[in-house]
């Protein structure tokens, strides 16, 4: 659980590699588009804070987050990349719909990263309530797609 009222995406920039050689990828949902327009939103901010060319940053939108897993791997495949961002956020509702949706998206995701040369960043909220959401979304918690943002950096890096 989340420290209340703490920002947890606080990055030292100094540890980070730099960011202005690789191209990035970024998967983003349509549903629950408040959110994921956050995450996405932070996830660019920190990528050009370190360094990232907007040029060298493409975003592609996908209908939800169950579709983020062929929409990552298209991108993989058409386009020269050095890590993608799936961007999503399920909010429990009252079936069993978010228990498939959630646990379909984080396998279809790490299939990626087993079977791809690309890594591919999990930064899909799984959030009880929306405001749970709004506040991992550039809210009281920071901003988890920022997070993933200095993810895929390192791990770029790492790749290279």
């Known amino acids: 659980m989340a420290t209340a009222n703490k920002n947890l995406s606080v990055y030292d920039k100094t540890t980070i590699p730099s960011a202005k050689d690789f191209r990035f990828g970024i998967v983003v949902s349509e549903w ?3 959110i994921t327009q956050g995450l996405y939103d932070g996830a660019m901010a920190a990528l050009l804070d370190c360094g990232a060319r907007e040029e060298n940053i493409i975003k592609w939108n996908v209908p939800g987050s169950f579709e983020l897993i062929y929409g990552s791997k298209k991108m993989i495949a058409d386009l020269e990349v050095d890590a993608v961002i799936a961007i999503g956020s399920v909010i429990q509702g009252e079936t069993k719909h978010f228990d ?5 998206t984080a396998q279809g995701i790490k299939d990626l990263n ?4 690309v890594p591919v960043i999990f930064c899909v909220l799984t959030d009880n309530t929306m405001q749970q959401a709004v506040d991992r979304s550039g809210g009281i918690h920071g901003n988890k797609g920022a997070e993933a943002a200095i993810a895929a950096i390192k791990m770029a890096a790492l790749g290279k």
Do not use: D, E, G, I
């Not at 498939?100 to 379909?104: K, P, Q, T």
């Not at 087993?114 to 040369?117: F, P």
């Open 100 to 104: 498939f949706v959630c646990s379909a």
């Open 114 to 117: 087993v079977l791809q040369n």
């Open 32 to 34: 629950n588009a408040k």
